[in-house]
Every structure is written in C-alpha cells, then in structure tokens.
C-alpha cells in the first residue's frame, strides 16, 4: 500500500501561515502522486463554505481558494462534525464535494495502514 497524508488544519484566518501551510503541503502533495484526506477543524471549518476561501489572501502565498479546488478535485476534504456545528454550518451550506465526520472517522483514517498524519 501506498503512503498518504491525513492531513488537519485547525487554524483559519486567526493563524494565516499555519492555514496556507496545511493547505499548500495537500495540494503538493496530491501533485506529487500522494493520496491526501484534508480536514478542516477550529477555524478552519469557514472554508467549507462556499467562497470563503477565496476571500482569505496570505501576500507571497498560493491562494488558499485554488488549493482547496485541487483538494476537491484529486483529495478529500472532511469537516468536523462538531466544528461544524458550533458554527451553525450544515450539508446545505457547504460546497460540494466536502463531507462531515467526526473523530471515530478521523481515527480511523490515521491508523491506517502507511498513514502519515499533520496537523497544523
């Protein structure tokens, strides 16, 4: 079995260079022919809805609304339930292609086999 990334951004806005880090080390790695599942939790959990990636900007950085697409696009992208829910976001706010589970999943995706797990 292949190695991949599990990977959990749990800054948002309130840590920018932590958030684009977590994003920007998905999408190269995706790039890279490695399997990603990217979560986002804490304050990070705005970005699931949609157009609030785009709004956050980090001068010097890929931007963070381009990087989740490529997520989207060859990874998946998980929200937390709970983080979800003291947020008031629902399945019907967020944008397509993202999904919410709680820790039991999380769990089980890091003690997969030829898992890596980080968390920013």
Do not use: H
């Not at 790695?29 to 609030?52: D, M, Q, Y």
């Amino acid at each position: 079995m292949a190695r991949s990334l599990v990977i959990k951004v749990t800054a948002g806005e309130d840590a920018p260079e932590r958030c684009n880090q977590a994003f920007t080390v998905a999408a190269s790695a995706l790039a890279s022919g490695v399997p990603v599942s990217l979560w986002l939790t804490g304050e990070s959990a705005w970005f699931a809805l949609p157009g609030r990636a785009k709004e956050f900007t980090l001068p010097y950085a890929a931007q963070l609304g381009d990087l989740l697409e490529a997520v989207l696009a060859a990874g998946r992208v998980t929200l937390c339930t709970q983080c979800a829910a003291r947020r008031g976001i629902t399945v019907d706010d967020m944008i397509e292609g993202v999904r919410i589970a709680g820790a039991p999943t999380f769990v089980e995706e890091v003690l997969g086999e030829g898992v890596q797990a980080l968390v920013y």
